[in-house]
């Protein structure tokens, strides 16, 4: 009974002595092909491929969801163990989140149809050019409205913005090199039928994890990344899913 005793004890004092086990880290993605999406019921894309790798490198229990945007955005500020991906670095998003990345870069433009012919050559033509559909939680919605842009029509999804271009009910739109042509795709547009206009803003995708994450776990993923870089397992993924593309 006293041996029974002295067991238990050491395996209570074994675990005092290792710790809290850590706690299993949420990622969260939007549906924003080539960068995340949802595949029969699963993750997929490119940002995707390299948090999975990251996890495995790191070792740290995770999971990952598709959820709507805004529904990302909030709990990835408000928990522990969060995180959001792809995320555009902003200064207004700075304070918010701790940054690992960059995990992809691009140019930030308008676009309008090449049938309407527009000449837009500076961001006083594009404010001045009559409603501008950009979803209103993205970055360059933020960075347009700081920039005394009055003309922003806010829509909910990438292929709200595409359908009202595409229709005529918009003459511009904004989004990013990287990720036109998914974009476009979205509203049944390819990018031979649109036309770039006064690139405005240069952006740099992380993976943004909450202000409550401790931070060596934040430090690890950075590490990781670096080291993926480093080794080519990094470029393998990107150039799987952006053949033409840039990082």
């Not at 990720?179 to 649109?194: I, N, Y």
């Not at 405005?200 to 990344?225: C, N």
Request: charged share 20%.
């Amino acid at each position: 009974m006293g041996c029974m005793r002295h067991r238990v004890l050491g395996i209570l004092l074994l675990g005092l002595l290792a710790g809290p086990a850590a706690a299993e880290l949420q990622l969260f993605t939007e549906e924003a092909p080539p960068m995340g999406f949802s595949l029969d019921g699963e993750p997929h894309g490119m940002s995707v491929e390299i948090v999975q790798a990251l996890i495995k490198r790191t070792g740290h229990a995770a999971q990952i969801q598709v959820l709507p945007w805004t529904r990302a955005y909030h709990l990835a500020q408000r928990q522990a163990d969060t995180a959001i991906f792809s995320t555009v670095r902003t200064p207004e998003r700075e304070d918010k989140f701790q940054w690992v990345g960059p995990i992809m870069l691009g140019t930030t433009s308008f676009y309008s149809l090449k049938s309407r012919n527009l000449h837009i050559d500076s961001l006083a033509d594009a404010a001045a050019s009559g409603p501008l559909a950009l979803p209103k939680q993205w970055y360059s919605y933020e960075t347009l409205a700081g920039l005394g842009f009055t003309n922003l029509y806010g829509v909910p999804t990438p292929r709200h913005m595409v359908t009202m271009l595409k229709h005529g009910r918009v003459k511009l739109i904004a989004t990013d090199d990287a990720t036109l042509a998914d974009v476009l795709a979205t509203g049944e547009l390819t990018p031979d039928q649109v036309q770039a206009h006064v690139p405005f803003m240069h952006t740099a995708y992380y993976i943004a994890f909450s202000r409550q994450t401790d931070p060596a776990v934040v430090a690890a993923w950075q590490r990781e990344l670096a080291g993926m870089r480093q080794d080519g397992s990094y470029e393998a993924i990107f150039r799987h899913w952006l053949p033409a593309g840039r990082d």
